[in-house]
């Protein structure tokens, strides 16, 4: 279980980012990351992976402190996917191999070779081990990015915008990858994510960070539409449609007023707080949310 317990972190002595943030999330979770530009989500993620120290607080997996365990001890811990990866002109399998510098140092050995190759195989890239990585669309080269992160076999997965380059299609790719991680192999994920639907539809708990601290945190009763107008200063609407939650912001939500001037259509069956479990990005029912229908923060 990951834990962040009373973390601050400042650049500088007057230059305070986060303060007070506490996070809880265990094995094969979920978690969604969620604030504006600005509010201190990429520097959590700083302190998490260990590139930034906290002034205060700490970060800590399955009770030990991140900040006194050793780089190779961390990744074996903790693996990060960016959002955008520039690998070089290496190969697919090369690219892989690199997620276990942290464990062999200067040479790889057998057994890295062989986790390469068992990665390469549950993600359905060993056709493209000697393809060269530069050659491969966004949807794949995020593959190999999650490749590259599981040949450090860690414990924990932290995901930056992971979807925020790519088209629809390969937006669900991803997703539908992540979530398979996280239920097959009970990896913990911590996801910052812009679309407020697809974070509904993809996170098992929310955390909405505002001005350096985590405001609100708790599974799908946080999703409120009082919450989002809070964290995100903006005008929203939750509705529900055709069995789906979606959510409705700025000129989506002005255009469903237009529509339905008396609020929006609730069906038979919604709960007493409007929210319904939307289609999940596996294909389990409801349609996908188009991108954009709620996009918000960095």
């Known amino acids: 279980m990951l834990q962040i317990r009373n973390l601050s972190f400042g650049y500088s002595r007057r230059d305070c980012v986060l303060h007070d943030v506490n996070l809880s999330l265990g094995g094969g979770e979920i978690g969604i990351l969620l604030g504006r530009n600005g509010s201190g989500k990429t520097t959590l993620f700083k302190n998490i992976l260990g ?30 996917v960016p959002q955008d990866i520039r ?10 191999l690199m ?11 057998r057994a890295d070779y062989e986790a390469a190759e068992r990665v390469l195989s549950e993600m359905g890239l060993e056709s493209y081990g000697d393809r060269n990585v530069e050659h491969l669309s966004g949807g794949e080269r995020q593959k190999v990015a999650i490749a590259r992160a599981l040949a450090q076999e860690p414990e924990f997965l932290v995901f930056d915008e992971p979807t925020g380059n790519l088209d629809i ?21 911590l996801c910052s994510l812009h679309d407020l639907n697809q974070a509904l539809d993809f996170g098992d708990r929310f955390f909405f960070l505002k001005e350096g601290t985590i405001r609100y945190s708790g599974g799908r009763e946080q999703f409120t539409e009082a919450v989002l107008r809070e ?19 700025g000129g989506t939500y002005h255009e469903e007023l237009a529509i339905h001037p008396a609020g929006p259509h609730r069906g038979p069956g919604a709960d007493p707080g409007g929210l319904r479990r939307p ?20």
């Open 51 to 80: 590139l930034c120290t906290p002034s205060g607080g700490r970060v800590e997996y399955d009770g030990r402190d991140l900040s006194r365990l050793s780089g190779r001890e961390r990744a074996g811990m903790v693996a990060y």
């Open 87 to 96: 690998f070089g002109a290496l190969s697919v399998f090369d690219c892989v």
């Open 99 to 109: 997620g276990r510098v942290a464990r062999f140092g200067l040479r790889a050995g």
């Open 169 to 189: 299609a390969n937006e669900r790719l991803i997703l539908e990858e992540a979530r398979k991680l996280a239920r097959e192999k009970h990896i913990g994920i």
């Open 231 to 249: 964290v995100f200063d903006i005008p929203v609407r939750i509705i529900d449609h055709e069995g789906e939650t979606i959510v409705l912001t």
């Open 279 to 298: 289609g999940r990005a596996n294909g389990s029912g409801g349609r996908r949310v188009r991108a954009g229908a709620a996009h918000c923060g960095g």
